[in-house]
């Protein structure tokens, strides 16, 4: 069992009936950082996150509903860095008695997917606000041209070539 978790690039993990560490795979220790289980072990696990906060939801979701799926969470490394997992886990309890022996649980790392999203929505933050300075200004452009037309000494008009109607006119041109 143990060289197929370590096999796999997702992270597995196992933690006891009062959430304590009791297993990490090799993924699962990459992710964030540490050479050994022990040492990760040695660690609060309200670290391992960004925002110490979604532990706590995340244990409230697990004794509310027994499991929580898809949740997406910002890890902290043991470097400081963070990344981004997609996380998932379940309580297993013991069928006679119902009490939770364990839990195990599995982090799929999204951390290129959300850079990649963020980056998006950047860019598309970036565009809109290029659209609307290009909208203003071609506005801007609109009411000089506007201005230009309505108050020259000559009559102007436009016409549609095709039909032969008058589309617009300056005031000079309405007056002849």
Request: charged fraction near 30%.
């Amino acid at each position: 069992l143990v060289s197929v978790t370590d096999n796999i690039s997702e992270a597995i993990y196992r933690t006891g009936p009062n959430h304590e560490l009791i297993f990490a795979n090799r993924a699962y220790l990459r992710m964030s950082g540490y050479s050994s289980l022990e040492e990760m072990q040695q660690v609060p696990r309200e670290q391992l996150y960004a925002q110490p906060a979604d532990r706590a939801r995340l244990l409230e979701l697990m004794a509310r509903n027994q499991y929580f799926r898809n949740e997406e969470i910002e890890y902290r490394r043991r470097d400081g860095a963070a990344w981004w997992g997609l996380t998932n886990s379940r309580a297993v309890r013991d069928e006679v008695t119902g009490k939770v022996l364990y839990h195990v649980g599995s982090v799929a790392d999204i951390t290129e997917r959300k850079q990649s999203v963020d980056e998006i929505r950047k860019l598309n933050a970036s565009l809109e606000q290029r659209i609307a300075e290009r909208t203003a200004e071609l506005t801007a452009s609109e009411a000089r041209l506007r201005t230009i037309v309505d108050h020259a000494p000559e009559a102007i008009v436009v016409f549609d070539g095709d039909t032969g109607k008058f589309l617009s006119s300056n005031v000079h041109a309405q007056e002849l």
